[in-house]
């Protein structure tokens, strides 16, 4: 079996998307600045947000030393893969960790995908879901103390008791027997999910053809295609995923990313030609 190159990130950038959230967002901001190994720089990817986001985002930066970079775009419906792309572009780490502005990471989330971070190799993490109620309860306090990772804390606010309690509980060796254990295979999940910038590069980034649903699992499937190996930290790296409205989820887009991923699947399809590319050209 050949060896797997061990090298560890020189740089690493956040990716958060967001639109029209800035609660979340801000709670999502916090969830990174209380991190045990802090990143290099935040990347909001803006998907045509109004100025409430721009005042959080604002508000934020100035309590960190840590850079927060805005990538923004007018509001031309449903286009996170795009504003996702000029993000990826505008980046300076050489190692990329997406999550989402309605998303709080546990405060080992940034070194555990920092420890596991393998060449040849990207990263899916994972989260628990909250309901709405104990979504909005969250406070800025209660993420700087960590108090929302404590199970005894979320099942006396509201959270039901599910398996998914367990992951929290898991560290260490623990989880990484767990990550080998498990029978979920590995995705490229918005919501957890790093890798190399140039292997994202080589497949030319995200697909912008692709709207709400699947979107991201389409970049995973093109990077294995380019010989890319998934490994699965789900019970390592960790968020809480808060509740919101999905107005923007229809059946036609769905439908039409799943067509797209199917063929990258039955094809081998290791680059699109809807991506990173075209969006500089665009720029141009």
Request: hydrophobic share 35%; charged share 25%.
């Amino acid at each position: 079996m050949a060896s797997i190159h061990v090298e560890k990130p020189k740089s690493v950038s956040i990716f958060l998307s967001t639109y029209n959230a800035p609660k979340w967002l801000e709670k999502s901001l916090w969830g990174f600045l209380t991190q045990i190994k802090k990143p290099d720089e935040i990347v909001i990817a803006d998907d045509g947000s109004d100025d409430r986001t721009v005042a959080i985002i604002n508000q934020i930066q100035s309590a960190t030393k840590i850079k927060i970079h805005h990538v923004w775009h007018e509001d031309d419906g449903v286009q996170k893969c795009a504003i996702l792309n000029r993000a990826i572009e505008e980046a300076s780490g050489d190692y990329l960790i997406f999550s989402d502005g309605d998303c709080i990471p546990r405060n080992d989330f940034i070194l555990e995908h920092y420890r596991h971070a393998t060449k040849s190799c990207y990263l899916s993490g994972g989260y628990n879901k909250l309901p709405l109620p104990l979504s909005r309860q969250i406070t800025t306090s209660h993420i700087r103390s960590g108090i929302i990772f404590q199970p005894a804390w979320l099942r006396a606010n509201g959270l039901p008791i599910n398996r998914q309690l367990l992951r929290l509980i898991t560290k260490g060796r623990v989880a990484d027997l767990c990550n080998r254990m498990t029978t979920t295979n590995p995705t490229w999940n918005g919501h957890n999910a790093s890798g190399w910038k140039t292997d994202l590069l080589r497949t030319n980034g995200f697909d912008e053809r692709m709207r709400y649903g699947g979107e991201d699992c389409e970049l995973g499937d093109r990077l294995v295609n380019s010989g890319i190996r998934p490994i699965q930290i789900r019970f390592s790296a960790l968020c809480l995923h808060l509740e919101h409205a999905r107005g923007y989820v229809n059946e036609s887009d769905k439908k039409r990313n799943l067509e797209i991923r199917k063929r990258t699947q039955r094809n081998g399809i290791r680059l699109t030609q809807h991506g990173i590319v075209q969006n500089s050209r665009k720029a141009a």
